[in-house]
């Protein structure tokens, strides 16, 4: 059996690397059994989780990707707060922004771009403890070399406008938040409870 030319073989590999990037989309996602979950969540704070060092090199940052998300959000006037400020907000809410990357022999860096908006959930303990759950997320895949962060960005912008649409949808802008009190966070870690072996619990900041 004849043997392709490595130039066609390596065709091959990028058109199925294109393919398996355009096919690997995830559209945003809720928990089940659950409703209004970005609702009076307020001020976010950001989380940019640490980026492949060679990619940095090319000037992919997690202060890039951060800048990026807190530029987009307070264009729309969505309230943004620091870590640690958010520890202490009682309806604040954390955005964590993960670029996963695995780079193959060719100099190719296939990649997932994740998005998840966690909620507090209170402890009712005397020191304002709590845990905290992811009640939306977003992906997308895609195939880059190190010298194109720029991919990166467009991945980042339109997920962050996922995250903007829906919250919007739940906080249109112009309307004051009603505070519901910490018992709306009571019956939310009750569903938990009730759903506790199929759960994972972390802790605010997720860094």
Request: with cysteine; hydrophobic share 45%.
């Amino acid at each position: 059996m004849p043997e392709f030319p490595r130039c066609a073989r390596r065709l091959v590999a990028i058109s199925a690397l294109a393919l398996l990037a355009r096919s690997g989309n995830a559209p945003a996602d809720v928990p089940p059994f659950s409703h209004m979950t970005l609702n009076e969540v307020q001020p976010i704070a950001l989380a940019v989780d640490d980026i492949d060092q060679d990619l940095a090199s090319h000037g992919l940052t997690v202060a890039r990707v951060h800048d990026q998300a807190t530029r987009q959000l307070t264009a729309d006037g969505i309230a943004l707060a620091t870590a640690d400020g958010a520890i202490t907000a009682p309806h604040a809410g954390l955005l964590r922004i993960r670029v996963i990357t695995n780079h193959d022999a060719s100099g190719f860096y296939h990649l997932a771009v994740k998005l998840e908006l966690r909620q507090k959930i209170p402890l009712g303990n005397t020191a304002g403890g709590f845990i905290s759950q992811a009640v939306w997320t977003s992906s997308k895949n895609g195939v880059m070399l190190a010298s194109e962060p720029e991919k990166v960005d467009a991945l980042v912008t339109e997920l962050v406008g996922n995250f903007v649409h829906d919250y919007r949808a739940q906080n249109p802008a112009g309307r004051a938040s009603r505070g519901t009190g910490r018992c709306r966070h009571f019956r939310w870690l009750q569903t938990i409870e009730n759903e506790g072996k199929q759960k994972s619990y972390f802790l605010l900041p997720v860094l």
